[in-house]
């Protein structure tokens, strides 16, 4: 998955460039979302482990390199460090709580453990995320899609 990262972190910088910052945004998150309800939720053997830890990995790790672009966009350069401290902690708070709900969903299916609940939490607001980028780039451009940003 780390492989994955770098090599989507490294690459998908390049892409951005062509689609835009907020598209690429909004595509690492939803095919990141994805790969969990899609890949992740059915992987029942070693290789289709490693394809949604490739898949995942990639476009994770996309996310995470284009996230600071866009808050350049949106916010400028002067304001840069102050926005991405907020976000990433806003991010912190996430992580938080995302253990211990995980937690509770499992053990909600004792005594056959299952994580079917964790991948649909997990997946599911991740999907949900992309929307909101989404939506962030239908107010930047005023409802035209077309616009490159």
Do not use: E
């Not at 002067?78 to 976000?87: A, I, N, P, Q, S």
């Not at 709580?97 to 995980?102: N, Y």
């Amino acid at each position: 998955m780390n492989g994955a990262s770098l090599v989507g972190r490294l690459s998908l910088g390049f892409i951005t460039d062509r689609v835009g910052r907020i598209n690429m945004l909004f595509i690492c998150a939803f095919v990141s979302g994805l790969s969990i309800l899609c890949i992740w939720s059915f992987a029942t053997t070693v290789k289709i482990i490693t394809l949604f830890a490739v898949v995942y990995g990639f476009t994770c790790g996309g996310y995470f390199s284009v996230i600071p672009s866009v808050i350049a966009d949106i916010y400028g350069l002067d304001r840069l460090t102050t926005v991405t401290g907020l976000l990433y902690g806003s991010i912190g708070f996430g992580y938080l709580i995302g253990s211990p709900v995980s937690a509770v969903l499992l053990d909600i299916t004792s005594p056959n453990t299952s994580y079917i609940y964790v991948f649909i939490f997990s997946g599911g607001t991740m999907t949900l995320s992309s929307f909101a980028v989404f939506y962030l780039k239908y107010w930047r451009s005023n409802g035209r899609w077309w616009i490159h940003g």
